[in-house]
């Protein structure tokens, strides 16, 4: 079945950086677009970023220039680069893909900006 595993977060001060990853099984990664959302705490979660099959990625304007999506097919494997993070930028992380018109989601990974 599909699984997607996040790992990499963390606490980071501001103007830090962290990776994250999320690790897919259960399906024909390659094929698929992947998919990073967030959700802070009282918040609704919300789209960071999309890379497509191809590696064409586009992310919102509230974290362009800071945030970068990248995949590794060899691993079954998309990454969300954060840098230059901001106590806003906290949240859970979720790695997210749809197949076959049905919705997979991450058990996500919680990134805390603080000092």
């Known amino acids: 079945q599909v699984q997607l595993v996040e790992s990499g977060g963390g606490l980071v001060q501001p103007g830090g950086s962290l990776r994250l990853s999320c690790a897919a099984s259960g399906f024909g990664f390659s094929a698929y677009a992947m998919n990073w959302y967030r959700q802070a705490s009282g918040k609704e979660r919300e789209l960071v970023g999309t890379i497509n099959a191809y590696g064409t990625t586009n992310v919102v304007d509230s974290v362009k220039g800071r945030f970068t999506i990248s995949r590794d097919n060899t691993k079954n494997t998309v990454y969300l680069q954060m840098s230059s993070l901001k106590p806003e930028d906290t949240a859970v992380y979720y790695c997210?893909?749809?197949?076959?018109?049905?919705?997979?989601w991450g058990q996500g990974t919680q990134v805390t900006v603080s000092s």
């Open positions: 997210y893909v749809r197949r076959w018109n049905i919705d997979y």
